[in-house]
């Protein structure tokens, strides 16, 4: 497997994501990440998302973006299955699967994380082992490891003396 749309892709971070990737139940985890979007609290940007967390044990949370009159206080679908992860006492994770589009429409685009969720991975997610699969559907999908979404990101490492 080769993952071609991605530009200058590393030869050495497409074989290790290719190996990672056997353990982690891609079309399942989309499938799940579809089902959440179908929650999607979005009467604003009618722009309905979903996500799907897979933690080390195999165990998997859902998440929907969720918005607010206020904008402000809106949350994205990422961010809400991870804070309900963490919320359980979960701190360790493997993948995620997201899926988004215009509310009502068949997912028709790629709808990757923004930079504030992104950082939210970065909190809690190995920035090389942690996969981010972008999906439109169980069969047409981007692959790509956290750091290639989130390059030299700031975490907890950082703060370490
Ligand atoms: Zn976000």
Redesign the pocket.
Known sequence: MKREFIKDDNEETNNRLVELLKAIPVRDLIARAIEARDMAYCPYSEYAVGAALLTKDGKTYLGCNIENAAYGPTN?A??TAIFKAVSEGERHFKAIAITGSPKGRKIDQFAF??G??RQVMMEFCNPETFIVIVAKSETDYKVYALKELIPEGFGPENLKG
Request: charged fraction near 30%; glycine fraction near 0%.
């Open positions: 994205c990422e961010r994380p923004c504030v969720c």
